[in-house]
């Protein structure tokens, strides 16, 4: 079944025409052309419904590790209006609008700044899904305030009787924080450093710890010490292949013993250590003689283990002892200075004021660190929170699910006797958007002078609920099935769920010219997809000390990230009272960047 009430296509150009030519095609000017700039095609579709209800895809050919066939039934795919109670309410959705269509354009590299990592002779081809400037509206931003909000705002009791500024009070407290750590610091060093805290403590910082720096140097000691550790014990087992690896392995079997037998005893002595038995051994249980006697075997297993150490026991004092001393370069007494602090500490408040302050902290200033990160957040945050609080409604994502069903095959181990029994999957995705994703293409000379197809790709996906089931035949619904019992296999289903809530997942590969993923086919008919590491000399600038630190700068402040965001890990329902125990936490995985990337398909056969 596909359902689609209203669809549009529509050409969106910058020209303007006169209420007398609207429908008149007519030729055009060079300079008529040379200004026109197509935005290129925008689609939409309204009213949107899709499921293959009854029908049925079979795949073939697997088999089980006795050689036997093993079916598997694609039985389920929708796309619904959110709200569709895992598809079986008809709810339309939109996909994309008259404003925000989804868009299918070309563009010309540093047009616009979202362009701007793209030399000016680059010509790109776009896809776009839609995307909107209202932070209620765009999902990025929705997501923002979910995170400090703590749950998704009218999704699963979010919001009865809260209020939506709980997110904003939530970045306050950070920004609070970041500002006291701030404050604190500058207090700390000011008396010593006046006006110049932080780019005093980072140009120390950077001294000791690059070539000629005290730490530096002490590392490479490190490093040479380490190098000659690692060729003693080479050299050893060189000599006696096997020997030291046996000796190990022998004294954490016996140390494994030892513990066993000593959870056998009271344990009113240390492990380790033995029981006091007497001159004949009599005032100790059976048990305690036991553990007793395994603690000599244990530690004549460790005396073999320390002989055999032994051979490069000079190689390990001097490894030591560098250690040593760049702990007292970090930590000792001649590493406090006039401040108080330590080496080490400053190394790290030095670290923290980038942190807080970003790279502007070279400079004694603030602006582009966490804290004014969290600044930008929190307008962001309070922007939704007036716009819940004065009655404005998120628009509905989609439902998407589908549900498989498998004949897998069981044997008894003891009568032999083979049955077949069916087993279901289904994943669900409840409010699902997808604004901002998209993906563009360009091409670009390889190192052989030959066209190369590069791309960019952000792929943005948020749902509110993203459920996994297990639930078998007793939660299949069946085209007969009463209201009544379709809403109990849906409970029943919704119990055996795993689901994800608050779910996010925004991909971000490539970043303009400057990281280009790249797209190549094999000879033999694999394909290679590539994205190495960001490179200045692609910029044709001289490699100046400027000019490489800005290209660095620009990539790390503005190239795209990826996250991970799943705010809750729920195992089955939620109890109507009591504790929730299937509450299983959430995670975050933010800010993540591939500096490379490659994937390649290879042949099986």
């Known amino acids: 079944m596909l359902t689609m009430k209203r669809y549009f296509f529509a050409f969106f150009t910058a020209l303007v025409f006169s209420l007398q030519t609207y429908a008149e095609l007519r030729s055009m000017s060079e300079v008529e052309l040379s200004n026109a700039t197509g935005e290129g095609l925008g689609f939409a579709l309204e009213d949107f419904a899709f499921s293959t209800d009854d029908a049925v895809a079979t795949v073939t050919g697997f088999e089980n590790s006795n ?51 793209f030399e000016e002779d680059t010509a790109l081809l776009e896809f776009k899904a839609d995307s909107y400037t209202s932070p209620l509206q765009d999902s990025a931003s929705f997501i923002l305030h979910n995170r400090y909000q703590g749950c998704i705002w009218g999704h699963n009791g979010c919001g009865d009787g809260a209020s939506p500024f709980e997110a904003v009070a939530a970045v306050d407290a950070h920004i609070t924080q970041y500002n006291a750590e701030y404050t604190d610091l500058l207090n700390t060093y000011s008396s010593v450093y006046g006006g110049q805290v932080s780019s005093s403590l980072i140009i120390e910082a950077e001294t000791v710890q690059t070539p000629g720096g005290v730490v530096y140097e002490q590392q490479l000691v490190i490093e040479a010490r380490q190098v000659e550790l690692e060729s003693a014990i080479r050299s050893y087992e060189n000599a006696n292949p096997g020997a030291y690896a046996a000796a190990q392995q022998t004294a954490g079997e016996e140390y494994q013993e030892a513990i066993d037998l000593y959870e056998l005893t009271d344990q009113s002595v240390s492990l380790g250590e033995k029981y006091s038995c007497g001159l004949v051994g009599l005032s100790c249980s059976q048990e305690e003689r036991a553990y007793n006697n395994q603690v000599d075997e244990w530690a004549d297993a460790q005396e073999a283990v320390g002989d055999i150490e032994d051979n490069w026991k000079d190689e390990t004092l001097a490894l030591s002892a560098a250690n040593s001393e760049l702990g007292d370069i970090l930590i000792g007494e001649d590493s406090i200075d006039e401040t108080g602090q330590t080496l080490a500490q400053r190394i790290a408040d030095a670290d923290r004021f980038q942190v807080l302050c970003g790279d502007s902290a070279t400079n004694d200033d603030c602006e582009n660190g966490m804290i004014s990160r969290r600044s930008g957040e929190r307008e962001t945050v309070n ?46 995705l409840r409010g699902v958007y997808l604004d901002g994703a998209y993906m563009r293409l360009w091409s670009r000379p390889d190192e052989a002078g030959l066209s190369e197809l590069q791309g960019e790709l952000s792929l943005r996906f948020f749902a509110k609920e993203y459920a996994i089931s297990a639930c078998g035949v007793e939660c299949e619904i069946l085209p007969d099935d009463s209201p009544e019992t379709i809403q109990d296999k849906i409970l029943l289903r919704d119990s055996t769920a795993l689901k994800l809530n608050n779910y996010l997942y925004d991909l971000n590969l490539g970043y303009g010219d400057v990281q280009p993923m790249t797209f190549q086919v094999t000879s033999d008919g694999n394909f290679v997809f590539e994205m190495d590491m960001p490179d200045f000399d692609r910029t044709g600038l001289p490699r100046t000390v400027d000019n490489v630190r800005e290209f660095f700068n620009d990539y790390y402040d503005n190239a795209p990230k990826s996250n991970l965001i799943i705010g809750q890990v729920q195992l089955g329902s939620v109890p109507e009272s009591g504790p929730n125990y299937g509450d299983l936490g959430g995670v975050r995985a933010v800010g993540l960047r591939a500096q490379y990337l490659r994937i390649e398909s290879f042949d099986l056969n």
């Open 67 to 117: 050689n036997e066939e093993i079916t598997a039934e694609w039985r389920q795919f929708y796309i619904y209006g959110e709200g569709s109670q895992y598809g079986t309410e008809l709810v339309t959705t939109d996909i994309g609008s008259y404003l925000h269509p989804w868009v299918f354009r070309t563009a010309r590299g540093g047009s616009s700044p979202e362009y701007a990592a």
């Open 383 to 428: 922007d939704i929170a007036v716009a819940i609080d004065s009655g404005q409604v998120r628009r509905q994502g989609m439902d998407i699910g589908s549900r498989f069903k498998f004949e897998l095959v069981n044997e008894n181990k003891n009568t032999g006797e083979i049955t077949r029994v069916d087993d279901f999957l289904s994943f669900e």
